[in-house]
């Protein structure tokens, strides 16, 4: 049975009986041919040259021009692909291992050819990998810290305050009230300190000691609370030690340095995400870990941020500075991760910081409390 | 047409059609590659051109009796899906934490048990929402011989429907969730049609249950080893059970190749730290579609293009968002 063309042929506006067959051909072969309303295949011959790609069926025939016709998505596959005839929509015609009629196609000029699906698959490698190594080195040297820092100033101060006083509140059990006026007296006069080692602090500070004996541990919360365990306490044995802590926790706060890890890790956390995509298994769990140590990178360095800053500002305003590089001096007892697994901690090495503060003994000496004050934080 | 499942075909001379996948590993790794470069590079935005893709990629390499599927959706209107999607979620989430402050805030104890109720009620409607207007989506955008599939019938009322059978899921302890998710197959397959040729489920959820407990209960009794001789027994079980247009589906795999599949599939994103996904996956594709045959293929040759309603992609973009592995198990 004779296939009929499902539209006139002489009325179409994309086919061209009389010219097609003084074509020159660079490829003639056959393809199947869909109308787009019925799934029944015609097989027909499909011939390339170059004014166009002609179509005969019988002593039907038509020609359509540059621009009459484009290939549809392929799937990465060249040895089959498909041409949307433009002038009928949903018409098709489709091409089954023939990957030559569609280096004819490109040759002639006849269809755009896309430079990047020219460039062979380990060209495209490198160019996508040096792209995300570009990509990244900005962003691990440049581009997270720009990030953070606008999207950190553009938070209210009162982000702080509703960030840290969720952690507080696990704390209340075990906090310790001052016993006494001394007592009281010395955390408000070392809170107020803190609040004035730079101005602009919003935050109204407060310093909380927890009953645990254990830990030898203080921390900053962002909102203002310097949560300090009475394992740290009994550590201490000077007031300038006490100072150089308080200064350092201080420090995170004036630098909003938790806010600035919760935007970090968000960040981080976006960035793996997109960068996944479709990926899954131990490939996100290898990008996860990325983004954990490059965290972990942005701790170690907020650390030694605080060390900096306290000793700074301790000095500009007339207190010693020295007890921070003391109190350093005896978590050297205290077993740290080796040298070549730096990077997998969350401080820098406790060497290293002492060693950054060997000036810490010169400049002022000025204590902020009383003997009497200083005996009754110890007595907590 | 009707969508009555034919009786077993008499003995024809026509050959079967079986499928085939023709992706490769290193081309979807590639794609993933750039669309993750892309997508970084532009802040996300560029996901949907790459989600798109990922489809053309996936619509394009699987063959079906010598032709090619294509999928037309673009990566615009996932875009604007998306769009709408994440404002949904986020309304979602606005009114829970609404309410859980109001509750907080006046101690309405009994306030604040209604809303979470009701925000997940609404999750679970909502992925069910998504699970049918997800398949509508993909198979309104795939073309196969110039002639496009579609899934009629309303998400709403899909998600309206399955939630008694999730309840009754819950109550039986997971025992009566086979027969949702045989319930759910017939739905969406009685509703599928591929031009005017209606696919169609043969029913038969006692038979689905039983092999779904065989499966749940011997995995278990040996340490996994038995769902490699289940998975062969499903795959063949739903085939049978499908037909569109009067052809009925068949298809066999075997447990040994199953195994076999599986544990390179491992070993190779294992050994490779996850980079090999994209070889796995083609791979897995490979095996299961040229394992389906459709008998009297050429009576496929007869689909007329009906209209050219299309889904909405809004709901695809929500499964995405609630991260719905949307499937039917294949």
Redesign the interface.
């Known amino acids: 049975m004779r296939w009929t063309w499902a539209w006139d042929l002489d009325s179409d506006p994309g086919l061209d009986p009389d010219s097609a067959s003084a074509l020159p051909v660079y490829w003639e072969g056959t393809a199947?041919f869909?109308?787009?309303?019925?799934?029944?295949?015609h097989v027909i011959i499909v011939a390339i040259g170059p004014q166009g790609l002609e179509v005969r069926e019988g002593e039907a025939a038509g020609l359509y021009r540059r621009g009459e016709f484009e290939l549809?998505?392929?799937?990465?596959?060249d040895?089959?692909f498909?041409l949307a005839l433009k002038p009928h929509a949903?018409?098709?015609l489709?091409f089954?291992e023939r990957p030559e009629a569609l280096e004819w196609l490109r040759a002639a000029g006849l269809l755009r050819r896309n430079a990047w699906s020219a460039t062979p698959?380990w060209g495209?490698?490198l160019i996508?990998?040096g792209?995300?190594i570009v990509?990244g080195a900005f962003m691990y040297f440049a581009g997270l810290d720009m990030l953070v820092n606008a999207t950190v100033r553009a938070l209210p101060a009162g982000i702080d305050h509703l960030l840290g006083s969720s952690a507080t509140q696990a704390f209340e059990s075990k906090l310790i009230k001052p016993p006494t006026a001394a007592a009281q007296r010395a955390l408000d006069k070392s809170a107020a300190m803190v609040h004035t080692l730079r101005p602009g602090l919003r935050d109204s500070i407060r310093i909380l000691i927890v009953k645990d004996t254990s830990i030898k541990n203080a921390f900053a919360f962002p909102g203002g609370a310097i949560v300090v365990y009475t394992g740290m306490l009994h550590l201490l044995e000077t007031q300038e030690e006490w100072m150089g802590l308080l200064a350092h926790e201080g420090a995170h706060l004036h630098l909003r340095h938790g806010t600035r890890r919760l935007v970090r890790g968000s960040l981080l956390g976006?960035?793996v995400s997109?960068?996944?995509?479709?990926?899954?298994?131990?490939?996100?769990?290898?990008l996860d870990n990325a983004g954990n140590l490059i965290n972990l990178n942005y701790g170690r360095r907020d650390e030694a941020e605080a060390d900096a800053f306290a000793l700074e500002t301790l000095r500009a305003h007339g207190y010693a500075a020295s007890g921070l590089q003391t109190l350093f001096r005896k978590f050297l007892k205290f077993k740290e991760l080796p040298g070549w697994a730096a990077f997998l901690s969350t401080h820098p090495a406790t060497r290293d910081r002492i060693s950054a503060m060997k000036d810490a003994g010169k400049g002022p000496h000025g204590l902020l409390l009383t003997a009497e004050e200083w005996a009754a934080i110890k007595r907590l | 047409m009707s969508n009555e499942f034919p009786p077993n075909a008499p003995a024809s001379e026509e050959p079967p059609a079986s499928g085939d996948f023709h992706g490769k590993g290193g081309d979807l790794f590639l794609l993933w590659l750039a669309n993750s470069a892309l997508t970084v590079l532009t802040f996300g935005i560029y996901f949907a051109w790459g989600k798109a893709r990922v489809y053309k990629f996936f619509y394009g390499n699987t063959e079906f009796a010598g032709s090619r599927f294509r999928f037309t959706g673009t990566g615009k209107e996932i875009f604007i899906g998306t769009l709408k999607a994440i404002g949904l979620i986020i309304l979602l989430y606005g009114l829970f934490f609404a309410g859980t402050y109001l509750q907080g805030r006046y101690k309405l104890k009994a306030a604040g048990i209604v809303v979470t109720l009701i925000f997940f009620a609404a999750i679970v409607f909502l992925t069910q929402f998504a699970i049918y207007a997800t398949m509508a989506y993909r198979a309104s955008r795939a073309r196969f011989r110039e002639i496009d599939f579609r899934l009629a019938g309303n998400p709403l009322l899909f998600a309206r429907d399955s939630i008694p059978r999730l309840l009754l899921a819950l109550v039986t302890f997971g025992f009566a969730f086979p027969l949702y998710t045989h319930w759910k197959i017939g739905r969406i397959y009685d509703n599928l049609s591929f031009g005017n040729l209606k696919f169609a489920w043969r029913k038969d959820a006692g038979a689905y249950w039983r092999l779904a407990m065989q499966g749940y209960f011997l995995s278990i009794l040996t340490v996994g080893v038995y769902y490699f001789f289940w998975l062969p027994k499903r795959f063949a079980f739903l085939l049978d059970h499908l037909s569109v247009g009067g052809c009925r589906f068949r298809g066999e795999i075997k447990a040994g190749e199953t195994f076999v599949l599986a544990l390179t599939n491992l070993l190779l994103v294992f050994f490779t730290l996850g980079l090999g996904s994209a070889w796995a996956v083609t791979r897995s594709m490979r095996f299961f579609i040229s394992r389906v045959e459709l008998e009297n293929p050429s009576r496929l040759e007869a689909a007329l293009q009906v209209g050219s309603r299309k889904a909405g992609v809004t709901g695809e973009a929500l499964g995405n968002a609630l991260d719905l592995g949307v499937g039917l198990g294949f």
Do not use: I, N
Not at chain 1, 274 to 286: E, H, P, R
């Open positions: 199947e869909f109308d787009g309303r019925q799934a029944k295949a549809t998505e392929r799937g990465g596959d040895r089959f498909s949903g018409a098709a489709a089954r698959l495209r490698a996508l990998a792209f995300l990509f976006l960035g997109l960068l996944l995509g479709d990926m899954s298994g131990a490939g996100s769990v290898l």
